[in-house]
């Protein structure tokens, strides 16, 4: 492992198999941050795994082919890492998604799961046999589009809900291309250098399409941001001072927001409390409002704060 690699692991070395004589074959699909895990994690108990992805590194949405200019976490660094394997003490508190896929090959490293990985591998079907109940996975090789198929005793999908881009279908697409127009998800943008001195046209007011047009706004000619729902976002330095995670990142906070399973002091907040809570998210609304000059540049959300907080 690289010296300059700073972190303190907490958890020991590279895994070794644990009871060997368990030789139960586990295909995990999808190199991202749970399939990777997974891994490690199966590894300890023993298991027989092989992880694979079709892109050529390991990180899935921080993959060198789904990064676009200007993504980072929206989480502190401190509450996107592994328990076992923290982000480098160097890294800015806000790491940038190059930093993210280091820190994920770092994991992989440190943990000696390279041996596991079938990279550049997509998993093109599976097929349980009825009788045994294992399953028959499927695999191309995606530069060589060779053909594979293996047999597992179980398989873990980790395939990550945002892996495949939803563009909508517009009219007049075809057109648009014709005369030069590019038409493409963010996590398929990669160099902003091809946006300089163009009109571009962002569709979204989520994470992505919000770090993209920041950074799109500093080279384009013009860029615009078109939305159905305009929601709030929350300053990384709530008033240029606080770090969000002191207030959105705690247990406190985790009441204030609605649970499927609401427990201890947030049922009080979203229930019979409700007036506290409405009062300390009209609090954070009221701060952000102004800071953000919300009102000033119209676009104040028309949406109660509660759950729609999203870094900025
Ligand atoms: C721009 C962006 C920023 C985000 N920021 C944050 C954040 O700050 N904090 C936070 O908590 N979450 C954030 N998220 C959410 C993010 O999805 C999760 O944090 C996490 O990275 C998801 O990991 P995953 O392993 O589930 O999926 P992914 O990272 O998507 O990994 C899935 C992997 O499966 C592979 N795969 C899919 N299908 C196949 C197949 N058929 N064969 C082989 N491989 C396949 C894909 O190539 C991919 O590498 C962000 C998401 C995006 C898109």
């Known amino acids: ?17 644990g009871h ?25 108990f023993g298991f027989d795994v092989v992880v694979y992805d079709r892109t050529p590194d390991v990180g899935g949405v921080w993959s060198v082919t789904r990064r676009y200019p200007g993504v980072m976490t929206q989480n502190n660094k401190g509450t996107y890492a ?21 820190y994920l090959a770092g994991y992989v490293e440190f943990f000696g799961l390279e041996s596991y990985l079938r990279l550049g591998t997509e998993v093109t079907s599976m097929l349980q046999d009825e009788n045994t109940g294992r399953w028959s996975v499927s695999t191309r090789n995606v530069a060589t589009g060779h053909a594979e198929d293996a047999w597992y005793d179980h398989v ?30 963010a996590s398929d943008f990669h160099d902003l250098d091809e946006a300089a001195g163009k009109h571009v046209l962002v569709v979204g007011y989520g994470k992505s399409a919000c770090d993209v047009a920041e950074a ?40 204030l927001f609605e649970h499927i ?20 998210l009209g609090f954070i609304q009221r701060i952000v409002r102004r800071q953000l000059s919300l009102d000033r540049v119209g676009l104040v959300p028309e949406v109660p704060s509660s759950g729609l907080f999203a870094t900025r």
């Open 20 to 44: 060997s004589a368990d030789k139960t074959k586990i295909a995990i699909v999808g190199a991202g941050v749970a399939g990777l895990c997974t891994a490690k994690v199966l590894k300890q």
């Open 82 to 102: 592994f328990s076992d394997y923290p982000m480098p003490r160097w890294y800015p508190e806000w790491p940038t998604g190059a930093q993210v896929q280091r």
């Open 216 to 255: 799109l706004s500093e080279v384009s000619a013009t860029m615009t941001v078109v939305a159905r729902e305009v929601t709030w976002k929350m300053p990384r330095k709530l008033g240029n001072m606080l770090n969000y995670k002191y207030i959105l990142l705690t247990r406190l906070s985790e009441g």
């Open 156 to 185: 873990v999908i980790a395939n990550g809900i945002f892996s495949d881009p939803f563009i909508p279908s517009y009219p007049g697409v075809a057109e648009f291309e014709e005369v030069g127009g590019r038409l493409c998800a």
């Open 261 to 280: 399973e609401q427990r201890g002091f947030g049922r009080f907040l979203t229930g019979p409390g409700r007036f506290v809570r409405d009062g300390m």
């Open 1 to 17: 492992m690289n010296d300059s690699w700073a972190s303190t692991p907490r958890n020991g070395g590279p895994v070794s198999g």
